[in-house]
């Protein structure tokens, strides 16, 4: 597998976090399940102009979209076709960065893929065959962060509330944080649920809940020996059936599958495609 990838420069970087350029051989496995991780994220694929994304769990029930596709922010999990990662590339976006990309509240793509034409009208494709056209990885990286670059100079400002919030959030994603953080910023509940969801994409309970979600993925993937106990007390979970019960509605799976089952990267699961009486999806 080859990997490749860039931190954007001032002042791009206040928006996104990591430029990423992927391109290796086919998978042994037909999909992979994407867990959640509450972030909005942009994915190209150069090796074919289309894009299908699952059903979680009827494989059956397929979306086929454009090589160039907007991945709004999650709370579940989606499946992916393996022969279309081959060749890919993306961004990852700070927490509360896309929103000032999309030219809508980021809420309104909340759990969505959306064509990049949708969303910008048009560009899309024309970056893809800018793209390809490029020599190798870090001329295609340099391209992505100048496209990104041209558009943060008609971006608005994000709400400092909801960065105060975010920096709060970081230091430890529990649910019981969100009523104090909304008493230190000066707005109604109301208000700024809704700025909070508008410029991250989700409200602050579920961000939370992801991001304690993907802080118990991470205890998991840790290399030790795992005592779930631990990690549900860690990850401040009331106890172990309220952290199994949330990480299944996260995931689609139970702790225990999920470690046995995790590959190199942490939010992505290998599942072999099922013989259902509905068929391949690929029919």
Not at 189 to 208: D, H
């Amino acid at each position: 597998m080859e990997f490749h990838s860039r931190i954007p420069g001032a002042p791009l970087d206040r928006f996104v976090a990591l430029l990423w350029h992927c391109r290796g051989p086919a998978q042994p496995h037909a999909f992979d399940r994407i867990l959640p991780d509450g972030d909005i994220g942009l994915i190209i694929n150069l090796a074919d102009d289309r894009t299908r994304v699952y059903d979680s769990f009827k494989l059956s029930r397929v979306k086929t979209l454009s090589g160039t596709v907007l991945v709004g922010a999650h709370s579940e999990s989606f499946v992916i076709d393996t022969a279309e990662q081959q060749w890919v590339m993306g961004t990852e976006f700070h927490p509360a960065g896309a929103g000032s990309f999309l030219g809508m509240p980021a809420g309104e793509v909340e759990g969505l893929h959306v064509p990049l034409d949708d969303v910008w009208r048009r560009g899309g494709g024309q970056w893809r065959e800018r793209l390809l056209e490029a020599p190798d990885a870090n001329a295609r990286l340099r391209i992505l962060e100048q496209v990104l670059a041209e558009r943060v100079a008609r971006v608005p400002e994000r709400h400092p509330a909801v960065l105060y919030a975010l920096d709060e959030f970081k230091r430890g994603p529990r649910v019981g944080t969100i009523g104090e953080v909304t008493g230190r910023v000066g707005m109604s509940a109301r208000r700024f649920i809704e700025r909070f969801r508008n410029e991250v994409g989700m409200t602050p309970k579920r961000f939370c809940r992801v991001r304690r979600f993907q802080q118990a993925l991470r205890l998991i993937g840790a290399g030790k020996r795992v005592e779930w106990t631990d990690v549900a007390l860690d990850c401040g979970y009331f106890d172990q059936p309220h952290f199994i019960h949330d990480f299944r509605a996260f995931a689609g799976m139970s702790p225990t599958e999920y470690a046995a089952r995790r590959g190199p990267y942490q939010n992505h699961v290998a599942i072999a495609e099922p013989a259902t009486p509905g068929g391949s999806p690929h029919t």
